[in-house]
T-cell receptor
């Protein structure tokens, strides 16, 4: 059974810092990995989707990498801003239809 | 265009009552998913609909849970004889084709509280 782990569970940084969120998964037979953002009381917003054949994806200040063989992904946020404060979730998609999620990293960026 | 919508946004019910949660996917999306997010736990997959195919119900936690998708669009998740452990945020998502490369677009969720 696939298990997804995110470290750290919570992170607090001052504005302007670069930071890295980590995601690991136990079964490397995945089709893709997706990073989401969840704001309090709201649904999930997709940030980046990396196909299994890709190594990384970039969108603005966000960069996600995927090392499928080692079962790891990182989400790099450059020049963090208070508006980046949210819970960040990673999820992997396997052969079926479902996404398997980690428990998330709660990020706080302090002004 | 409009995103995924869910109603109600909040639902408080008494133990033993039945509840219905509604999801309106993005127009034209053929795939629809239900997930549950419980306090202290991650998001759990519940059920998946793809076009006219039989749904993947493998994530439903008990036979008190069921879901329908009428006309390939709106979906209703029904929980019968609710229990306190059913309290959670229920999230619906849709995707264009349900393919493995598809991004899933999530609604805002329904927060269910069972007293």
């Amino acid at each position: 059974k696939q298990e997804v782990t995110q470290i750290p569970a919570a992170l607090s940084v001052p504005e302007g810092e670069n930071l890295v969120l980590n995601c690991s998964f136990t079964d490397s037979a995945i089709y893709n990995l997706q990073w989401f953002r969840q704001d309090p009381g709201k649904g999930l917003t997709s940030l980046l989707l990396i196909q299994s054949s890709q190594r990384e994806q970039t969108s603005g200040r966000l960069n996600a990498s995927l090392d499928k063989s080692s079962g790891r992904s990182t989400l790099y946020i450059a020049a963090s801003q208070p508006g980046d404060s949210a819970t960040y979730l990673c999820a992997v998609r396997e052969s079926g239809s479902r996404l398997t999620f980690g428990e998330g990293t709660q990020l706080t960026v302090n002004p | 265009g409009a995103g995924v919508s869910q109603s109600p946004s909040n639902k408080v019910t008494e133990k033993g009552k039945d509840v219905e949660l509604r999801c309106d996917p993005i127009s034209g999306h053929t795939a629809l998913y239900w997930y549950r997010q419980s306090l202290g736990q991650g998001l759990e997959f519940l059920i998946y609909f793809q076009g006219n195919s039989a749904p993947d119900k493998s994530g439903l936690p008990s036979d008190r849970f069921s879901a329908e998708r009428t006309g390939g669009s709106v979906s209703t998740l029904t929980i019968q004889r609710t229990q306190q452990e059913d309290s959670a945020v229920y999230l619906c998502a849709s995707s264009p084709m349900g393919g493995k490369a598809d991004t899933q677009y999530f609604g805002p969720g329904t927060r269910l509280t069972v007293l």
